[in-house]
């Protein structure tokens, strides 16, 4: 099966900026939907963001008009584009992909490390 390995995160400043990658053990062409994730302790993971194959996006109310997602097919690649920062961003983030395109997002891969974002106020 695909393997996904999140990267990217780090220490940010509140209104600073991160890119997360997503990098892909195989092709993710064939992928119906890819999505991020992040979870803070004690909380359920959280849907954060998502892309179809066909390029359509869905962000959670949170993160709307400050986070962008994108792939890469060519890299085998997932972006997550974080900007104007804030503590509340503070989190893993991970990463995972749906083959069924049903209606609601359905992670299907094993959860990988994801990776900490950390944001100062």
């Known amino acids: 099966q695909v393997r996904l390995v999140e990267s990217g995160g780090g220490l940010a400043q509140a209104g600073g900026s991160l890119r997360l990658s997503c990098a892909a053990s195989?092709?993710?062409?064939?992928?119906?939907?890819m999505g991020w994730y992040r979870q803070t302790p004690g909380k359920q993971r959280e849907l954060v963001a998502t892309?179809?194959?066909?390029?359509?996006?869905n962000f959670a109310d949170s993160v709307k008009g400050r986070f962008t997602i994108s792939r890469d097919n060519a890299k085998n690649t997932l972006y997550l584009e974080m900007n104007s920062l804030k503590p509340d961003d503070t989190a893993v983030y991970y990463c995972?992909?749906?083959?069924?395109?049903?209606?609601?997002?359905?992670?299907?891969?094993?959860w990988g490390q994801g990776t900490q974002v950390t944001v100062s106020s």
């Open positions: 195989g092709s993710i062409s064939s992928i119906a939907a």
């Open positions: 892309i179809t194959r066909a390029g359509s996006t």
């Open positions: 995972n992909a749906d083959y069924r395109m049903v209606a609601t997002f359905l992670p299907t891969l094993p």
